[in-house]
């Protein structure tokens, strides 16, 4: 299945290992896939949408994190430049406007 967007985004595995990739965006999931010359667990990450209950972004313009919180209680954090169309993409496929949808 081809994603609907992708995302340049570091994943953070730890505090001293950030690895960088894209965040796939599918219709009912997003992938984090590393890519290939990273050190660490290589694994694709997933969430599916509909259990992602909140997203924050970090506290100011220069901190890039975006933090993805599932139902199960799983954090996905990453860096990247396209938090807001992150979370637009998500509150589109959760059916949520600006004023409903998740936490910015």
Wanted: proline residues 1%; hydrophobic residues 35%; charged residues 25%.
């Amino acid at each position: 299945m081809k994603p609907e967007k992708t995302f340049f985004a570091n994943f953070w595995e730890s505090e001293s290992n950030s690895q960088g990739g894209r965040l796939l965006m599918y219709e009912d999931k997003i992938t984090f896939q590393a890519h290939g010359i990273n050190f660490g667990n290589l694994s694709e990450k997933t969430m599916l949408i509909n259990e992602i209950v909140k997203v924050e972004k970090g506290g100011n313009f220069i901190d890039l994190r975006l933090h993805i919180h599932d139902s199960n209680g799983r954090i996905m954090v990453l860096t990247t430049w396209s938090r807001d169309k992150i979370i637009n993409f998500i509150n589109i496929k959760q059916n949520k406007t600006s004023e409903g949808g998740l936490k910015r």
